[in-house]
């Protein structure tokens, strides 16, 4: 998400911290700023925008002798990209500067604790907090103060403080949110990611959650929470910057794939409560009788949006009881849809900013509904004109071929069907424990790479492939087929399974594989019986099905089994293997993974 440098040595600090923001910039990001130590202050400079607004209003000269400081860059979370929310956020003193990268789950309770305690904030972002936590812990002693502030965060940082009560030093912690330190000669460096390191040093320390460093200009100290000092590996970085930029993965669809289990974790920071309640704080304003006066649910997006809300369709059909429709944003528009002050419209968009999606958006808000979006961009078109925003907490996503948007906006809309259920009084909340598993589950199924890889290997030598589900299982065949065609370039088609013997079972021939989805128990059987149908024919079946499932070895010529996981939840899941076995046949055809042909990440245009 955020990308963070800092650096503590004898060179001029400006120009290190903005080349290594330079080198963080294919991250994206929506603000950036910087933090220089000089003189007994600490002074910021940050501006929303692009890395050159930045560095049109640093004051160089003013800092020509200054050796230590911080730079960020922002990927909004929590507050839109402006000036006053770009990092690096100061107490009421100045007296300490932090960056952040991560969530901090309960900040809104810290800040109305801190706020009550007299510390005036200037921005709306989780990480101020943090900055205020340090000025009213602080007794004498830098160190043991970052102990107080971590042990009163919740979430997740990567957190970098410089501070003019413990001049020449920055301190690090680390919490499911990635940091690095270089070590150089005479100086040292921290970042959140290795390309802003190597101008400097190949040699590197990978801090892991609860630990801190402390950095100074010969010494680099890491220590566990309690304190107690620990001999940190070395990792020695053999990459050139293309690869660093991937996190030493061939392309960023591959990196973001790996990237699931952590974006989930992010997009459910903060929303299930301790009492066991879907809630969804920032930007989203629907009220329970707001909630009680729905009659109707769309959810209109495109591509892969589409396909995640045609899960969330089904979604609040089960759980809420509710007609939901998802459609098309490119037909809705013009299909004079009937749309009324008792519809909620739900609008999924990674980007923010698809041309169609928001002129349904548009269309739907003219006809007197609410509209709640689900999106990837704090700040984007979409965000803005919605009465609600859901983000989903993927991080930027560089690959044109969607991944990690999906499954979070999977999440998000499961998320968002058990807050309308709960709202309308029906009982959903068993599935919140189960949620709370799937990052570790996706964890479990990224585990099998190499097996699909071996499969994506079979079908890379195929001109067409099928892929068949029913309910759940047919929504994620659509996503599996796209997914197939957009980076492969080998023609797929997916199909409710009960749907082939009405014609396209005519294409099943000796060889032609199919891609068959059986993870919904009640459906089990009926689909059973399809993927007979098309092995009858002489398909090469590929069975996609819970752990234990035997009975689907006697008609698949290989399985790949998910863990188990209700059947609600399963698309987030079983869609795993299908993105890994997409980018495998990509790769195995020799393809441009991550920027296909003819297609673009944001479509702007109609
Ligand atoms: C496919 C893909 C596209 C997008 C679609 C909508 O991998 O990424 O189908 O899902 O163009 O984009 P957003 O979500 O930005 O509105």
Redesign the pocket.
Known sequence: MCGIVGYVGKRQVVPVLLDGLRRLEYRGYDSAGVAIAQNGTVKVSKKAGRLSELEEVVPYEEFSQATIGIGHTRWATHGKPTDDNAHPHQDCTGDFTVIHNGIIENYAELRRELKEKGHVFRSETDTEVIAHLFEELYEDNLEETMKKVIARLEGSYALVVVSVRDKNKLLAARQDSPLVIGLGKGENLLASDIPALLPYTRETIIMEDGQLAILTEDSVTIKDIKGNTIEPKIFHVHWDDVAAEKAGYEHFMLKEIHEQPKALKDTLAGRITEDNKVKFAEGFALTPEMVRDIEKVYLI?????YHAGLVGKHLIEKLVGIPAEADVASEFRYRDPLVTDKTLVVV???????AD?LAALRESKARGARVVAVTNVVGSSVAREADDVIYTWAGPEIA???TK?YTTQLLALSLFAIYLAQERGKEATYLLEEIKKLPEKASRVLETEARIKELAEVIAKHDDAFYIGRGLDFAVSLEGQ??LK?ISYIHAEAYPAGELKHGTLALITEGTPVISLATQPSLYEKTVSNIQEVKARGAYVVGIVKEGDEKINEHADVVINIPEVNPLLSPIIAVLPLQLLSYYAAVARGEDVDKPRNLA???TVE
């Open positions: 997006a495109c591509g892969t949006a999924v968009s990674q980007s923010g900013e698809t999606t044109v071929a969607s948007a796209l997914k957009e990440k944001s479509v």
